[in-house]
Nanobody
Framework: VQLQASGGGLVQAGGSLRLSCAASKRTFRNVMGWFRQAPGKEREFVAAISSTGGITDVASSVKGRFTISTDNAKNTVYLQMNSLKPEDTAVYYC?????????????????WGQGTLVTVSS
């Protein structure tokens, strides 16, 4: 499975961005997730979604501001990011795991995209 993340960029605090992650293929078992890594910090979980889109999990640090969704016809997962803060600045990665169970543990994900940089200015 190949993943292509896009949509990153520079935005002012309070602004919005929508990230996209296109997968080369998707099966009914695949959970897809978003992670991020800020400069000097470890990669952390942001959000995950089941293949049908019916189950989601969002990190407490972004809950209420970020929404994950999926368009299975396009094998694409989106991360809508609103009310962005400078601390959201990071490289955002999408990932997929060959399981129906959502998890926040990055070691459970099998394939990773190349990352897209999000910079939030104050």
């Amino acid at each position: 499975v190949q993943l292509q993340a896009s949509g990153g960029g520079l935005v002012q605090a309070g602004g919005s961005l929508r990230l996209s992650c296109a997968a080369s293929k998707r099966t009914f078992r695949n959970v897809m997730g978003w992670f991020r890594q800020a400069p000097g910090k470890e990669r952390e979980f942001v959000a995950a979604i089941s293949s049908t889109g019916g189950i989601t999990d969002v990190a407490s640090s972004v809950k209420g501001r970020f929404t994950i969704s999926t368009d299975n016809a396009k094998n694409t997962v989106y991360l809508q990011m609103n009310s962005l803060k400078p601390e959201d600045t990071a490289v955002y990665y999408c990932a997929v795991r060959g399981s129906t169970w959502l998890t926040q543990d990055e070691s459970d994900y099998d394939y990773w995209g190349q990352g897209t940089l999000v910079t939030v200015s104050s």
